[in-house]
């Protein structure tokens, strides 16, 4: 895969959902591939919780369905991520909630005033990428053609609420917190929260077969310290707060197109969708996906048949990632 070169869109100082403002936003962004003439062979692909555009390109390169010989895959940074506008990089602990929706409006225009995008041929992310996917497709239907929605949803669950509530809870718990206005980062909290959160992107069945091994681990202490240990105490804990709310604030209809008719919002998708919900997901289960493809037009379920739950769509497992591969090749055909 050739390097990767990171560029900014300065967005200005953006009215946010909420009233607050942005200063001076700033969205993260790598470019594979080639926009053609007439501009309609653009892919976007938004990053998940913790990711940057480095942990998306898993879904692209030579052969695969996103192959920069044919498209142009614009990847974006959450804003949050830190590589994005993030606490780390402008604010603190004043950092402004910005919701999924804020994210996608910049994204938009990001795409206009950048490439002069006017038309997607795909929307395309795993978790809160999809959560993002899903959202471009409601807020801007004749902008996207299809979507590729990775073990995500178009409006979070009570179920996940709840989880998202308790990982916040740990972390602010923590004294050296200061509520927000640390010294130091907040190494007991990133380091207990971190071992809460390691119960959930990998299901029961991950554990229990000792799929750890196969990423480099001996054992579940040496994966709960080496990787969830070793990985969240590398953030930054504004950064985690802010895309903890960004993620709480995932709801399609939540906006004044459809004032909290999440039925309309689905139905109002144009975009031709591949749901892809792995069958031992905790985050996004299938049965959610179900309920939202109901009320879709032109929506197909294509579950992910896996043990690896959340992480069967991250690219760890090969096999998934080629199963995934495999339903973006069809879904671009069409």
């Keep these: 895969m050739s390097e990767l070169t990171l560029k900014k869109f300065l967005a200005g100082d953006v009215e946010l959902e909420s009233g607050e403002t942005l200063p001076d936003a700033r969205v993260a962004y790598c470019v594979r591939g080639t926009l053609n003439s007439t501009k309609d062979n653009a892919i976007i692909m938004p990053t998940h919780f913790g990711g940057t555009h480095e942990h998306s390109q898993y879904l692209t390169g030579k052969g695969r369905a996103l192959d920069p010989a044919h498209y142009f895959i614009v990847t974006v940074n959450l804003i949050g991520n830190g590589v994005s506008s993030s606490p780390s990089n402008a604010g603190g602990p004043t950092f402004p909630v910005v919701t999924i929706a804020d994210n996608v409006r910049l994204q938009r225009r990001l795409l206009i005033e950048t490439f002069g995008v006017q038309r997607l041929a795909l929307a395309v992310g795993h978790s809160m990428g999809a959560v993002q996917a899903y959202h471009w497709a409601a807020l801007y239907p004749n902008f996207v ?54 119960a959930w992107p990998p299901s029961s069945h991950f554990f229990r077969h000792a ?19 070793a990985t969240y105490t590398g953030m930054d804990a504004n950064n985690v707060l802010a895309q903890i709310a960004t993620w709480r604030s995932a709801d399609i209809s939540a906006n004044e197109l459809y004032k909290g008719d999440f039925e309309k919002a689905l139905a109002s998708i144009t975009a031709r969708v591949c749901v892809m919900p792995c069958t031992s997901d905790s985050y996004f289960p299938p049965d959610d996906s179900k309920i939202e493809i109901s009320h879709m037009n032109n929506a197909v379920l294509r579950p992910i048949k896996s043990q ?21 090749k069809e879904l671009l055909l069409n």
């Excluded at 990632?321 to 973006?328: E, P, R, S, W």
Aim: charge should be negative.
């Design 145 to 198: 053609e299809r979507v590729g929605a990775i073990c995500g949803a178009a409006k979070i669950s009570r179920h996940n609420d709840v989880f998202l509530q308790g990982m916040r809870g740990i972390l602010t718990a923590d004294p050296a917190w200061k509520e927000g206005h640390y010294d130091a980062q907040p190494l007991l909290g990133l380091r207990t929260m971190a071992r809460a959160w390691g």
């Design 308 to 328: 690896w739950g959340h992480w069967a769509g991250s690219g760890r497992n090969p096999e998934d990632t080629d199963f995934i591969d495999k339903q973006l």
């Design 211 to 229: 799929h750890y091994e196969k990423l480099g681990y001996s054992s579940v202490s040496d994966f709960m310290e080496r990787y969830w240990e």
